[in-house]
């Protein structure tokens, strides 16, 4: 069983920064496939970025050159740094965690999943 906890949400300006970071414990980590989607009350989840365990990395277009994916598997984290932040990124973030080492952009393929944390930009 993985549990993954996701921290760094906050309130930021548009044109900010922030960085998510997730913490895995429990399976292994180094082998997994690891996600961050978003979702806004009342939409779908959406796709933000991915990275495999071999740190091949995805980014859906809208944050493409502005998000930043990577992980520590020292650590057993995966980190998202966001830049350029604009007020149609607020939503809540999740982290997620797959059941191979490949880095999938659809949600079903993860298996495991943090309870999120609030990302709110300011325009």
């Known amino acids: 069983q993985v549990q993954l906890v996701e921290s760094g949400g906050r309130l930021v300006q548009a044109g900010g920064s922030l960085r998510l970071s997730c913490t895995a414990s429990g399976g292994a980590f180094s082998r997994t496939g690891m996600g961050w989607f978003r979702q806004a009350p009342g939409k779908e989840r959406d796709f933000v970025a991915s990275i495999s365990s071999g740190r091949s990395t995805f980014y859906a277009n809208s944050v493409k050159g502005r998000f930043t994916i990577s992980r520590e598997n020292a650590k057993n984290a995966v980190y998202l740094q966001m830049n350029s932040l604009k007020f149609e990124d607020t939503d809540v973030y999740y982290c997620?965690?797959?059941?191979?080492?490949?880095?999938?952009?659809?949600?079903?393929?993860?298996?495991?999943w943090g309870l999120g944390t609030q990302v709110t930009v300011s325009s």
């Open positions: 997620a965690a797959a059941s191979t080492g490949w880095a999938s952009q659809t949600s079903y393929e993860y298996a495991y």
